[in-house]
């Protein structure tokens, strides 16, 4: 999708959004500096392919850190104007970046909804140039690392879906990486395969596997108790997921810290500390010197944060939907 976003025409309309949101009250009033930026970035891709450098003159760079908005930001202007027009038969309508999925209501007429589905398949593509593959109505698909399937009763039971080329490279134990990185990984993996799954046989089979292809380099001994203890916490999270405990602490008020960056010494790691305003206002700070080793010895605040997390895919739909694409 990035590449076939022609930049002169993303810079038009993005710019256009830029200016028109940003006149809003209470905005902040850097308008023209960030459509500058916009421009610099999108028009400056440089790539080196073997001893030769190239500028980018179209389509969106694959690696630059703005790709992936502007490409949502980008379609979605199409999205508001065409979507709403389908509401009568497109019931749940989702889009990651180039990924669509969507539950599609057909009409009683077969005739009439294949002809319906048709037009909308021609909507998505009319959106410059930009050209969506769309697969054929079914009551099963794959959706990013999902696979669902509607069952006659409109319930969507739903899987871990896993590419056939996928090699399972994980980490190996000789890695330098610290010590606890494989049990972040047999967390995360078990927290991840026991909320996308519906059916416990399917968890137990896709744990199973993991444990199986984690066992080419680490030992049973090391991986058998971390299992058992991802198993349990992922099960403590899930049954408590929406209580008031699980609810993150507040932010502390930002207008209380300063944040001190020192710049990067021969001698020194990057170190970036924040004090406690009266700490560092009451404390005298000595930075180390070029020629001195010594980290500073005070103790930093930190602030928890958590991103909110996507509990269900879809939910609340109250009749029964015929096919997911």
């Known amino acids: 999708m990035y590449t076939n976003i022609k930049t002169d025409v993303a810079l038009t309309i993005i710019s256009q959004l830029i200016h028109q949101e940003l006149r809003k009250p209470q905005q902040p009033s850097y308008t023209e500096a960030l459509v ?28 630059i850190a703005p790709a992936p908005p502007w490409a949502t930001i980008f379609y979605a202007l199409h999205e508001q104007h065409f979507i709403p027009k389908w509401s009568t038969h497109l019931i749940f309508y989702n889009r990651f970046i180039n990924n669509i999925i969507g539950i599609w209501l057909p009409h009683p007429d077969m005739a009439i909804d294949t002809s319906l589905w048709s037009t909308f398949c021609t909507d998505l593509q009319q959106w410059h140039g930009l050209e969506w593959t769309v697969s054929p109505l079914s009551t099963r698909c794959n959706f990013l690392d999902l696979a669902l399937t509607l069952t006659p009763t409109g319930k969507i039971d739903t899987n871990l879906f896993e590419k056939s080329q996928n090699l399972y490279l994980y980490i190996p134990p000789g890695s330098a990486h610290p010590k ?32 199986t292809r984690l066992a080419r380099g680490y030992p049973l001994s090391l991986l058998k108790p971390l299992f058992l203890q991802a198993i349990q916490h992922a099960k403590t999270f899930i049954r408590n997921q929406g ?24 001698l020194n790691p990057r170190l970036s500390i924040a004090f406690g305003r ?36 879809i939910s609340g739909i109250g009749f029964r939907p015929r096919y997911i694409w």
């Open 180 to 211: 606890g990185m494989i049990k972040g990984l047999i967390f995360g993996n078990a927290l991840r395969i026991m909320r996308l799954c519906s059916h416990d046989n399917d968890v137990s089979t896709h744990l199973t596997n993991f444990k």
């Open 36 to 63: 500058s930026a916009i421009h610099i970035v999108s028009t400056n891709s440089i790539v080196k392919f073997g001893d030769t450098y190239w500028r980018q003159i179209s389509g969106t760079g694959m690696g």
């Open 243 to 266: 209580r008031d405990h699980m609810t993150p602490p507040p932010l502390h008020n930002t207008s209380t810290k300063i944040f001190l960056h020192l710049e990067l010494r021969t």
């Open 278 to 313: 009266n700490m560092f206002l009451s404390q005298k700070v000595n930075p180390p010197c070029e020629t001195c080793a010594t980290p500073l010895k005070r103790r930093s605040i930190l602030t928890a944060s958590q991103s909110p997390t996507v509990d269900h895919l």
